[in-house]
């Protein structure tokens, strides 16, 4: 028998681990003005939720249009769902949207009405709302099927496309062993759609509200995603639509009109630009330019912090690392890679370098992933060699490597994308590297697409990369690096990690905590990245915006966002 489940009852199991931040009263332990942390308790919809928030703050209908600035950083390559980057997402969080959604923490209804689970934790059923594309369309279960079908498709072997390997016969057909028709997901009719997973898991459902699970229209896309950089072709689903793109300078949302609470959605418009360099960004703040951005100079963010209500710290589910080109020499021996690990003050990096609030490092897994029985993954793997600075051991495994002393080390380069906070990491941590093992490491600064490039190329010694949580599982950090995976950078590969990955994806409980903690305890053995530190966001943020949301998933939210007086 199947049990139905409401939206929000169901969301209390992942509210804790669905943190997320918005324009409400301030919670307790965090910064000035920081926002609500929903609480399990809590039964209202995010209409609802926006609504009352709106109208507490502005019961007054402004009649002048209402514009939104919001810098989002570099420019995205793409605004598709299933194949733009981080900064990409943010804005897709605004344009498209899935069975559900995550907003203020918890999960909350989406296309999805409503939904029933099978009590074996095998099977669900989603029942479609009403609503339609933006070029006024209606939106099917089939929209969703053919979506999930193309993240899965064998021809396109998109790395995400492994998010899909918990439904049953989805890792068959991304391997091109057996139909698209066997596999565990289809439309019942244009309102219903079925889904039978490898294995109960809880986090199915926050998938849902992941972009690669949103739905787009198979008539308007194409392979590489110019269909979604053009505001003739761009046909989406959420609150917003593309109506302008101006290269290297911004891209403009405008109200869309079909979405199916357009009712409750108060912005007219949206202004997103691309500035990067943070102190600009900061100018055109002061100057009114600019009404919400994440990246306040570190050098302000003291001064910020003690005076200016419209400063916040928001959490943030992401890690920053160091990834080892392990394919080139040195780093082709995993005692340089340790070397340097265990040679590096992380803790000097968050008190003395970012001074945010930043968390010291000692994993690829973020604290706030927890595991089958409630423990924090990160409180049961442990810090490995993260727990302090260990030159000793560095400077013997150096000397193993056939550098004693730092003699003969050749000269390798450290890559990161140009940001003041990004300089002076790589600054310290060159300086560390220096008085630790006698290592002269070169550092490059290159504009974001030119570093992502370089990336993706694998055209790297050691590069800079920051990797936030798209679901609430330690999955979500771990499976990056899959051999063959699109980003696993590094080019690392070990059979036994790949083996611990599989076996998460195909097990529950305890087994598959064993297999997690396992795969993460290899990734350190082998020393794959030289991790940094847990992130937080720090913003400015307009006291007169209201209603706005955070989460350390999907990220921004401005669906039920209002501008007062």
Known sequence: MKRILSVVLAASMLTGLLAGCSSGQK??????????????????????????????????????????????????????PML????????????????????????????AEKYEISDDGLHYTFHLRDSKWSDGKDLVAGDFIYSWLRMIDPEMK?????????????????????????????????????????????????????????????????????????????????????????????????????????????????????????????TGYRAGEVDLFKGV??????????????????????????????????????RVRKALNMAMDREALVTNVTKSGEIAGTGNVTHNMLLSDGREFRDAAGSYYFDSVKVDEAKAL??????????GFPEVVLTYNATDV?????????????ENLNIDIKLESLENKVAAEKRTNHDFDMIRYGFSADYPDPMTYLSVWVSGAKGNYGQYSNEEFDKCI????????????????????????????????????????????????????????????????
Request: charged share 25%; glycine share 6%; net charge negative.
């Open 297 to 334: 100079p570190t050098q302000e963010v003291a001064k910020l912090q003690a005076e200016d209500p419209e400063f916040h710290a928001l959490p943030m589910l992401g890690m920053l690392y160091y990834i080892y080109n392990v394919e080139r020499e040195p780093f082709n021996d995993v």
């Open 84 to 111: 733009m980057g981080t900064t990409g997402m943010q804005v897709v969080n605004n344009t498209f949207e899935g069975l559900m959604r995550t907003y203020e923490g918890k999960l909350t209804p989406g296309i």
């Open 27 to 80: 919670p307790a332990a965090s910064t000035e003005g920081t926002g609500t942390v929903a609480s399990a308790e809590e039964s209202t919809t995010a209409a609802e939720k926006a609504e009352s928030t709106a109208a507490s703050a502005d019961a007054k209908q402004d009649s002048a249009e209402k514009v939104l600035h919001w810098n989002v950083g570099a420019e995205p390559e793409a605004l598709d």
């Open 422 to 434: 990004n300089k002076r990491v790589a600054e310290a941590a060159q300086q560390m590297w220096k």
């Open 502 to 565: 599989d076996d998460s994806i195909h097990t529950t409980g305890a087994d598959r905590d064993k297999a997690l903690l396992r795969a993460e305890e290899i990734l350190m053995e082998d020393a794959v990245i030289c991790p940094l530190y847990e992130v937080v966001d720090t913003c400015m943020i307009r006291s007169n915006v209201v209603g706005w949301d955070k989460t350390g998933f999907s990220g921004w939210f401005f669906g039920y966002t209002d501008i007062t007086d």
């Open 158 to 282: 998109l790395s995400y496309g492994k998010q899909f390997f918990y439904i049953k016969n989805a890792e068959k057909y991304y391997n091109g062993e057996c139909a698209a028709e066997e596999v565990g997901f289809r439309a019942v009719d244009d309102k219903t759609i079925e889904v039978e997973l490898v294995a109960p898991s809880p986090f199915f459902l926050a998938l849902t509200a992941f972009n690669i699970y949103y739905p787009v229209r198979e008539d308007v896309v194409d392979p590489e995603g110019a269909w979604s950089r053009n505001p003739e072709t761009y046909v989406c689903n959420g609150p917003f639509k593309l109506s302008g793109w101006e290269l290297n300078q911004k891209a403009v949302l405008e109200k869309n009109e079909n979405y199916w609470n357009a009712d409750s959605v108060k912005l007219d418009k949206i202004e997103v630009s691309f500035m990067v360099d943070e102190s600009s960004v900061m």
């Open 398 to 407: 150096l000397a193993e490597a056939g550098y004693p002393n730092g003699e």
